[in-house]
T-cell receptor, first 117, second 114 residues
Framework: GAVVSQHPSRVICKSGTSVKIECRSL??????MFWYRQFPKQSLMLMAT?????????EQGVEKDKFLINHASLTLSTLTVTSAHPEDSSFYIC?????????????FGPGTRLLVL | AQKVTQAQTEISVVEKEDVTLDCVYE???????LFWYKQPPSGELVFLIR??????QNEISGRYSWNFQKSTSSFNFTITASQVVDSAVYFC???????????FGQGTTLQVKP
């Protein structure tokens, strides 16, 4: 149980284009999803927290107009990197928690490697 | 302030050796949770263990064991008889407060050589 998937696993795009990344909880309803980015050999940096049906809460320094997050259902959250630039190249990972888990362990997706040329 | 420190950036051991990964945390909350995750080269974070602040019992799961000591604010992770498949980056994380956010340490890269 507690499986989280992400799609695509890898994407290469041209500078200026937008990229959408999907995060799905496969066998549970995710009341909360988190989006992280990770640069090579670094730790995970939380970008935003999203709750189903409400606006995402962004961490300080994360541009909400650049990184659009939608959590339209209890099993799907999307992150759209708008007008991507090379500095947006990174590893993006989502995680999800189930409201049924009182301790709210975060289960992570396999990540999406974004390369902006 | 909430903080997690993993002082060991990289550790290299030979297969079958025991290895301990250190984790020190800071929080003013009395209720908090500690986690360990494994990140193999594929990138996916694999949940290993969760501990709450009221449970200081050490835990053993196969070759893995965890030592939680509130007196020193540490939550160390030991792998006994390490194997090549244990090679990965290991993250310690803290969840405190009501936001559900995880605060990660910088990670320790473990390399187990055959």
């Amino acid at each position: 149980g507690a499986v989280v998937s992400q799609h695509p696993s890898r994407v290469i795009c041209k500078s200026g284009t937008s990229v959408k990344i999907e995060c799905r909880s496969l066998d549970f309803q995710a009341t909360t999803m988190f989006w992280y980015r990770q640069f090579p050999k670094q730790s995970l940096m939380l970008m935003a927290t999203s709750n189903e049906g409400s606006k995402a809460t962004y961490e300080q320094g994360v541009e909400k107009d650049k990184f659009l997050i939608n959590h339209a259902s209890l099993t799907l959250s999307t992150l759209t990197v708008t007008s991507a630039h090379p500095e947006d190249s990174s590893f993006y990972i989502c995680s999800a928690t189930s409201g049924g888990d009182p301790v709210e362990t975060q289960y992570f997706g396999p990540g999406t490697r974004l390369l902006v040329l | 302030a909430q903080k997690v420190t993993q002082a060991q950036t990289e550790i290299s051991v030979v297969e079958k050796e025991d290895v301990t990964l250190d984790c020190v945390y800071e929080t003013r909350d009395t209720t908090y949770y500690l986690f360990w995750y494994k990140q193999p080269p594929s990138g996916e974070l694999v949940f290993l263990i969760r501990r709450n602040s009221f449970d200081e019992q050490n835990e053993i799961s196969g070759r893995y064991s965890w030592n939680f000591q509130k007196s020193t604010s540490s939550f160390n992770f030991t792998i006994t008889a390490s194997q090549v498949v244990d090679s990965a980056v290991y993250f310690c994380a803290l969840r405190a407060g009501n936001t559900g956010k995880l605060i990660f340490g910088q990670g320790t890269t473990l390399q187990v050589k055959p």
